[in-house]
């Protein structure tokens, strides 16, 4: 009985198979069996878009449609640590009276909550708006011929003492340490002006040859003697032996340095009450430069025939030296000023 049951399940098996093999038979056509082929769709790669003022990719890789904003930062013992340097495309830092210094902060793709304390423009200025295609520039106040060459610089004049709307007053700053602005209630204000700058460097993530460093110390003065220090990844800044800090509590750094030495003359005009005079700074014509990226010095000239464009930066066998992409501070150092390179 169990052998009758067995060879009936087999049976039952083998029928569909012998009703194909009756069916194929039956056919005065043979049958074709039609496979799709599968298709892999091809893949695509994304260029990158860079942001025209670090070379890194622009947010969601889309350029901000808003101009540059660059911000007068005071840089005083007192006035530290300031707000905002650490999300700056580019910082320059500008010898005033007695070699003092103060910033100029850029921001295009970067917007941070806050960026301050705001001072006060200088003439040297000039030379670096004209470099940033139009940008915003927020500054607060400034003596009457310093005021009036802004006014017929490249720029989009935002001064904190006639755009009051603009100024922020944080808890725990007092003046002259307390006005700051927010970045992104400065492009709603100039919310007409939507052109993103022009990039003023070349980015490469190759590396150039040159020469193994791990310090750069710039004594402008007393108060403002800077030193860069390489930990591997960037150049950190100290003040006098102490880290600069950002006001979140984070080590002030950047990608690349750029010294460009300039020469300098003073006044006629006095800018404060202890006499000191008006930093005026040759931003045309040749001077010498070195661009520190990655642990390395590349040394050559910065060249600018007007202040049309900005500064081409090129070594000794005249190739332009291209940047690590990143955030970079231009360092504009007088010729009586020291740099020291170890």
């Known amino acids: 009985m169990l052998i009758l049951e067995l060879f009936d399940v087999k049976f039952l098996r083998l029928i569909p198979l012998i009703f194909l093999l009756a069916l194929v038979q039956s056919c005065s056509s043979p049958i074709v069996l039609k496979v799709s082929p599968t298709t892999e769709k091809p893949t695509t790669t994304v260029p990158v878009v860079p942001c025209p003022l670090t070379g890194l990719q622009a947010p969601n890789n889309v350029v901000p449609t808003r101009p540059a904003i660059a911000v ?132 490469a993530f190759a590396t150039p040859a040159g020469q193994k460093v791990t310090s750069i110390n710039i004594d402008y003065s007393p108060t403002n003697n800077g030193t860069w220090t390489w930990n591997g990844q960037s150049w950190t800044l100290s003040y006098n032996g102490a880290t600069q800090l950002d006001a979140s509590g984070t080590p002030i750094n950047a990608a690349n340095v750029v010294i460009e030495k300039e020469s300098v003359t003073f006044g006629p005009w006095v800018e404060n009450s202890e006499g000191g005079l008006e930093v005026v700074a040759s931003q045309t014509g040749t001077g010498k430069a070195s661009v520190f990226r990655n642990g390395l010095e590349i040394d050559g000239t910065w060249s600018r025939p007007s202040l049309d464009g900005a500064p081409i930066l090129t070594d000794s066998n005249g190739n332009q030296i291209p940047l690590n992409p990143g955030r970079t501070w231009v360092e504009i150092v007088p010729d009586q000023v020291s740099v020291t390179v170890s």
């Open 72 to 203: 007068k930062v005071d840089n005083y013992p007192n006035a530290r640590p300031q707000s905002g340097l650490n999300n700056a495309d580019i910082v320059f830092e500008e010898p005033v009276e007695g070699f003092i210094t103060r910033y100029v902060a850029v921001f295009q793709c970067q917007s941070p909550p806050l960026v301050g304390p705001v001072r006060s423009a200088r003439l040297i200025d000039v030379g670096i708006l004209d470099e940033l295609s139009k940008p915003i520039f927020i500054h607060a106040g400034g003596i009457n011929p310093v005021v009036s060459a802004v006014n017929q610089a490249n720029d989009i004049e935002n001064n904190l003492f006639t755009h009051s709307q603009l100024e922020q007053n944080p808890p725990g700053r007092y003046a002259p340490y307390d006005t700051y602005v927010v970045p992104s209630k400065v492009w709603q204000f100039n919310s007409s002006d939507t052109l993103p700058p022009a990039p003023i460097f070349d980015y």
